[in-house]
């Protein structure tokens, strides 16, 4: 079994991976696989603070690494960086140097392009097996829609338009750990893109500010990313932080049909839903809402619980034991960081967007 130690305990760390690792250790337990070993450890300067560490006694909280050197071992540990982007190449080289080398990093993985190339040097000469976040790749949802792109019942895939909209007043007021609306939801959906219709160029980006009475934040509104992939792909991805509803969806347009995809909202649900419709409005094999022999979903609507991050870990963590977490992860991580640092970049030399604006 492998000790979570999780540094950064907001948001991310306590609400989303905490939580989740002590969910996964229960669950691999009742198997008779036990896969994580609590207590798992929770580091944060500010610990102590009113952050939900899940049941006392399977999680233990401390304020430095070195408290947390007294509770878990480096050789048998697995470290989630949930600290800001902005802080997190210092916080690896610190954990190298501490002798931990299985680390599970929160998107994005860099801020700029030399901080990237940092980080893979890094890897390369710790010897880290390093995995990046990207739950919505290991999704069930996701892999229908992998599917459906490689089987062809819909003919070649044309168009990706991926939504993610919610209101992040209060976060982003109270916290500045994302620089841009550009680090908070669209690393997800650009991996996404990414991983269905491969390689691809910047178009377009841009951000606009996010405004609430009398207070504006700059370009933490929302954003706009427009990518052209090598096979003929377009996607466009939209992200408005200001929107007073929540929304993930993926609407991949085929030459002969569309498929919907609303991914779960919140920890609150973890249904996902999937709209499959021919454009000739006819019915194929299998049944609507089933799956085929090869696992490619048929016209309909396919309702299906999703719990992707806890899948994500679960995987992650076999991917430790085996020695290789981070093979077919980095990669693609490494793209997606590369992509976002462009389009940071096309950002700030271009006006923001007036604020609100889609």
């Not at 990669?331 to 030399?349: D, F, G, M, Y």
């Amino acid at each position: 079994m492998l000790q979570p130690l999780v540094v950064g305990l907001g948001r991310s760390g306590s609400g989303l991976h905490l939580n989740t690792l002590v969910r996964l250790a229960r669950r691999t337990a009742a198997t008779g696989d036990p896969l994580v070993a609590l207590p798992a450890v929770g580091c944060d300067p500010r610990a102590g603070g009113p952050w939900p560490l899940a049941v006392p006694g399977e999680v233990t909280a401390v304020t430095t690494l070195e408290q947390a050197l007294r509770y878990v071992d480096p050789a048998t540990a697995v470290v989630h960086v949930c600290t800001p982007p902005r802080l997190r190449h210092d916080l690896l080289v610190e954990l190298a140097g501490h002798g931990f080398r299985r680390m599970i990093v929160e998107k994005p993985l860099a801020v700029s392009a030399d901080e990237l190339n940092a980080l893979i040097r890094l890897r390369q000469e710790a010897g880290l097996d390093l995995v990046a976040v990207a739950h919505w790749i290991t999704s069930r949802l996701t892999d229908r829609l992998r599917r459906l792109v490689r089987g062809g019942r819909l003919g070649s895939l044309r168009r990706i338009t991926v939504d993610q909209h919610k209101p992040r007043f209060l976060r982003s007021l109270a916290t500045d750990g994302h620089p841009s609306a550009l680090d908070v939801e669209i690393p997800h959906s650009l991996a996404l893109a990414l991983d269905l219709a491969g390689p691809a160029e910047l178009r377009a980006a841009r951000c606009w500010d996010l405004r609430c009475e009398d207070r504006g934040l700059p370009r933490l509104g929302g954003a706009h990313v427009e990518l052209e992939h090598r096979s003929g792909v377009v996607t466009l991805l939209r992200s408005d932080l200001g929107a007073p509803v929540r929304q993930r969806s993926v609407v991949c347009e085929f030459e002969g049909g569309t498929a919907t995809a609303h991914f779960p909202l919140s920890e609150d649900d973890d249904h996902a839903q999937l709209i499959i419709a021919p454009f000739d409005g006819g019915t194929a094999a299998p049944p609507a809402g089933m799956l085929d022999a090869d696992g490619v979903p048929g016209v309909g609507h396919h309702v299906f619980r999703d719990d992707a991050l806890t899948d994500f870990l679960d995987r992650a963590y076999r991917g430790f034991v085996s020695g290789a977490g981070g093979v077919g992860n980095f990669p693609l991580a490494c793209a997606t960081a590369r992509l976002l640092c462009a389009a940071r970049e096309r950002c700030s030399v271009t006006s923001p967007a007036r604020a609100g604006s889609r």
